[in-house]
């Protein structure tokens, strides 16, 4: 089956620096999307983004369909982006039915 | 509120017992799922449902049984739980394709 990785596994800010978490899938996609899981478990769509780029606020993200990956930009970071981001693909036809990466943790520190 | 909604937030079982997670959204969305999530680990899809009265299985169906008889509700049904299936359970629904991905808050389920 398809392999998604993320890098890197663990990440530590101060509030303010900016970073870049990447996504690697090993096949083709109809969709990809990154979500945010906040330390209280919760788990909120970020984009949709099977190519393109596409901005929201202090965060973007890339995906590079071709060469099968997709980058998450955050700048500014403050505390309240602590949490696990997770890159998810979707292979079906609908593209709904999500592999999971094994997710990146930041840890914004005021 | 709108939104996908779960119950219970947490459960403690013994090996052996059955019980059914509640999940139930009122977006009118045609698709559904249940991921469990295991520590320090992404979510594994285990059953899902693009409409009323149609299921099928993910990466790591067994065990688990579901049924989806209304667009609003998607039960997933633990037949004989065992200390594996201890796991937070999530239910999602979005509109077909995949756009406005929605989960619900989860549940913790402890079997001992």
């Known amino acids: 089956g398809i392999q998604v990785e993320q890098s890197p596994p663990d990440l530590i800010l101060q509030e303010g620096a900016n970073s870049t978490l990447r996504c690697n899938f090993s096949?083709?996609?109809?969709?990809l999307q990154w979500f945010h899981q906040n330390p209280w478990g919760q788990l909120i769509n970020l984009f949709y983004?099977?190519?393109g780029t596409k901005q929201n606020g202090r965060l973007s993200a890339t995906t590079v369909a071709t060469e099968r990956y997709s980058l998450l930009y955050i700048s500014s970071s403050q505390t309240t982006d602590s949490g696990v981001y997770f890159c998810a693909v979707g292979l079906d036809n609908y593209g709904q039915n999500f592999v999971f990466g094994p997710g990146t943790r930041l840890s914004v520190l005021p | 509120n709108a939104g996908v909604t779960q119950t219970p937030k947490f459960q403690v079982l013994k090996t052996g017992q059955s019980m059914t997670l509640q999940c139930a959204q009122d977006m009118n969305h045609e698709y559904m799922s249940w991921y469990r999530q295991d520590p320090g680990m992404g979510l594994r899809l285990i059953h899902y449902s693009v409409g009323a009265g149609i299921t099928d299985q993910g990466e790591v169906p067994n065990g688990y049984n579901v049924s989806r008889s209304t667009t609003e509700d998607f039960p997933l049904r633990l037949l004989s739980a065992a200390p594996s299936q201890t796991s937070v359970y999530f239910c999602a629904s979005s509109y077909l394709g995949g756009r406005g991905y929605t989960f619900g808050s989860g549940t913790r389920l402890t079997i001992v």
């Open positions: 983004i099977p190519s």
């Open positions: 096949d083709s996609v109809n969709n």
